[in-house]
């Protein structure tokens, strides 16, 4: 697909992608933790703005996220604002399990969306061979035998021009 996913596609997309491929955790989950984390996760960016996974995360970018995540969950009841929170922080930290294999999963949609598109977004933002392959190593710390499968996938893509080694 020749254009840039949506975030409704994206929510949908990762959710599910974390469900199918859940037995495939490098450690044990509890995939209601991963499914919230990853509906969360992205929730600052109402206020500081959209960003693909390529950007440069800066101290103004995380604030800013931060600030929005800070706001919205103030709007909920206490105890669930304070579930959603530490849920945030955890998924932010990539310390936990639960974490590794969300941050991991949330790598997959854009990286399926690029494969099956000509390299749509990676083209569009001149995206490097490089920095795809470093930044979509973190897959390998939620799950080794997911990050092997989509390495060679990329290695394939790669090899038949989907992307110019030269970006």
Known sequence: MERFENSAEYSWHV???ALMLKDYANEAI??????K?????DIGEIDAGDTIIYSSETAELKSAEAAGVARLFAMLPEGMS?????????FEAGETP?????????????LLHNLHGNGHSWR???IS????LGLNARI???????????????????EQGILNKAL
């Open 15 to 17: 959710c599910m992608s």
């Open 30 to 35: 509890n995939i209601d933790r991963v499914i």
């Open 37 to 41: 984390m990853l509906l969360i996760h």
């Open 82 to 90: 304070a579930e959603f929170l530490a849920l945030w922080n955890e």
């Open 98 to 110: 639960d974490a590794r294999y969300a941050k991991a999963i949330d790598c997959v949609p854009p």
């Open 124 to 126: 569009a933002h001149d």
């Open 129 to 132: 061979q490089e920095k795809i």
């Open 140 to 158: 390998g710390l939620g799950s080794t035998e997911l990050w092997h499968v989509i390495r060679k996938q990329l290695e394939e893509a790669f």
